[in-house]
């Protein structure tokens, strides 16, 4: 069964500093991981994809077999960065299923 | 396009009840997908559609709950009879492919039961 983690529920930052958001994953074949963000008032929304390598918001993930790992980093928070961050995951291949992590809540702190 | 479109925005009935929250994926969209959120649980798939069909509806949790979707551009989610343990935000969802690399979320229902 496909699981993900997401071991923080509450993280806080002062802006500026760095920024990791945990996400582990149990799945045994080759999944298929994402990052949602819900802002304040504003809709669910898609904010990276490990397929794409690609940097959203100054925000990257790397996947990482070994240690079946997606976390989320940035180097240096932002204020606006505040917000409900959901990691996903997706059987490539298999289950077209989303199962989405419990959410972490990020502050960040002027 | 407005999006995804769920109503109502907020639901506040007592138990016994029976619940019916609504949606209007965006148009084009083939795939649409319930999910239910709450603090302990997160975000879980309830059931979702490709054209219209049920594909999957293991995530739902009792047979007090029931969705259905009547053609390609509305979908309801049924709770009779609704319990104070229903209480959750649900969200829909849509893509414009069932293996699509992104959702399109709705702005969810805060379904509360008294």
């Known amino acids: 069964a496909q699981r993900v983690t997401q071991p923080e529920k509450l993280l806080s930052v002062f802006k500026g500093a760095p920024v990791e958001l945990k996400c582990n994953y149990s799945y045994s074949g080759s999944p298929e991981l994402f990052w949602y963000v819900q802002y304040s008032r504003q809709r669910l929304q898609l904010l990276l994809r490990h397929i794409s390598r690609e940097s959203i918001k100054g925000f990257t993930a790397d996947l990482n077999k070994g240690e079946t790992s997606f976390h989320l980093k940035k180097p240096f928070a932002q204020e606006e960065d505040s917000a409900m961050y959901y990691c996903a995951l997706r059987a490539q291949g298999g289950s077209e299923k989303l199962v989405f992590g419990k959410g972490t809540k990020l502050t960040v702190n002027p | 396009d407005a999006g995804v479109i769920q109503s109502p925005r907020h639901e506040v009935t007592e138990m016994g009840q029976e619940v019916t929250l609504r949606c209007k994926p965006i148009?084009?969209?083939?795939?649409l997908f319930w999910y239910r959120q709450t603090m302990m649980r997160g975000l879980e798939l309830l059931i979702y559609f490709n054209n219209n069909v049920p594909i999957d509806d293991s995530g739902m949790p009792e047979d007090r709950f029931s969705a259905k979707m009547p053609n390609a551009s509305f979908s309801t989610l049924k709770i009779q009879p609704s319990e104070p343990r229903d209480s959750a935000v649900y969200f829909c969802a849509s893509s414009r492919l069932l293996r699509s690399e992104k959702l399109f979320f709705g702005s969810g229902t805060q379904l509360s039961v008294l």
């Open positions: 148009s084009g969209h083939n795939s």
